[in-house]
């Protein structure tokens, strides 16, 4: 891969922000602190701003690790602080191969992602009101079957229909989630 | 485990897994336990599906890069022409020098920037643009102040019935909330702008109207 002079950071990040994000939940998500992923990728933004990193060969991978960093920094607050998260510098210093493996996995998780949304189509509304509002956003059980004139177990009954009505569906596209 | 013990211990286990609650170890066989871990798996997908970045007005980091379009001033078609004139540039190449910045900027879209004055270019791109013709940005723009219609519009985007469209809007159409949002807000401009005089419930309406019929019509049908 040969190297490519720094971009403007606004496109950069209008190109990456999506992964940003969603890495920033994932490693997030254990601990229940989602919600604070908007803090890993401002921080994560500011370092990066702050020393941009030098002979960058692939920009999604520095920015995707450098999130990753900074949510883990979050789960670790309080506790000792990883010593990276310190030197933004090194965010490109990862093992290239491991860099490109992660990129390569978050390529493929995105892909599978968009089969999933793409098979939501196959649902009737009220199971695809489930998958959204109450696996994919969480929302509280009982507000989703309050909405769908249902009992909470209903609900439960619903999501699994759901899942395996979509794994059906994504079965042909040979995508594994 | 008989099949309808399976049943509820599945619907316990996905319940769990989705509420990230504490679960007990199940004695399941293979086949019990290769579901599991697929449905569970698919769960998480869906997930982050509703997790990717928020719309680019409501991410701080984006307002800082300066991605948030500003409705008060616009991208001047006439200004950008002449610009790109005095410097010897053609819309190709203002196109492929953005490219190499970073910014995904096709040909046609300059052309649409010149044929008519632009608000929804962003202060950064426009920042770019000026950078790349050796203008000031400032003389590339126009102010637009505030109008009674924009207001409405501005208004009628910030609730959260709008942004409650916008995400059944980007599943109907498999896009992104931000794109959603985008495609909404130029439905709502063309309307506001129309000359009728603004109303925020009726604008709702209207874009409910909208979505719902989408909705009716699927699954698995296009809409373009």
């Known amino acids: ?177 | 485990m008989n099949e309808d013990r399976w049943e509820a211990a599945l619907e316990e286990l996905l319940d769990a897994h989705i509420r990230a609650l504490p679960t007990a170890p199940l004695n399941l066989d293979n086949s019990q336990q290769t579901e599991a871990e697929a449905l569970t798996a698919l769960a998480d997908l869906l997930w982050e599906e509703a997790h990717g970045a928020p719309p680019v007005k409501d991410d701080p980091v984006a307002a800082m890069l300066g991605l948030v379009p500003d409705s008060s001033r616009a991208l001047d078609g006439k200004a950008l022409r002449n610009a790109l004139r005095a410097a010897g540039m053609n819309v190709s190449e203002l196109a492929r020098k953005l490219s190499d910045r970073g910014w995904e900027v096709a040909t046609r879209d300059v052309f649409s920037w010149q044929a008519r004055d632009s608000t929804t270019v962003p202060p950064a791109l426009i920042q770019a643009i000026a950078d790349v013709i050796g203008r000031d940005p400032d003389r590339l723009t126009i102010d637009r102040g505030q109008s009674q219609s924009q207001r409405a519009f501005e208004a009628v985007a910030a609730t959260a019935r709008f942004r409650e469209l916008a995400e059944r809007w980007a599943r109907l159409r498999r896009t992104s909330a931000d794109l959603a949002a985008a495609a909404l807000e130029a439905r709502l401009a063309a309307s506001v702008f129309r000359g009728t005089r603004p109303d925020t419930d009726q604008m709702l309406a209207s874009l409910e109207a909208l979505v719902t019929a989408l909705e009716q019509r699927e699954p698995g049908e296009s809409h373009d």
Do not use: F
């Open chain 1, 1 to 177: 891969m040969s190297e490519v002079p720094p971009p403007d950071w606004a496109a950069l990040y209008q190109k990456h922000r999506d992964a940003m994000y969603r890495v920033a939940a994932r490693v997030l998500r254990e601990a229940g602190r989602a919600a604070e992923a908007e803090d890993a990728v401002m921080a994560a933004m500011e370092s990066l701003l702050k020393s941009p990193p030098s002979g960058v060969t692939c920009w999604e991978a520095v920015m995707v690790n450098a999130v990753r960093w900074r949510a883990l920094d979050i789960l670790n607050s309080g506790a000792a602080r990883h010593s990276v998260s310190e030197d933004p510098a090194s965010y490109d210093q990862q093992d290239p191969m491991d860099l490109a493996s992660d990129v390569a996995e978050l390529v493929d998780r995105r892909r599978a992602a968009g089969v999933v949304r793409d098979k939501l189509a196959v649902l009737d509304e009220r199971h695809r009101h489930v998958a959204w509002e109450y696996i994919a956003r969480e929302r509280p059980r009982p507000e989703v079957a309050a909405e769908l004139g249902v009992t909470p177990p209903r609900v439960s009954q619903m999501a699994k229909e759901a899942l395996r009505q979509l794994h059906k569906a994504m079965e042909p596209e040979g995508v594994r989630p």
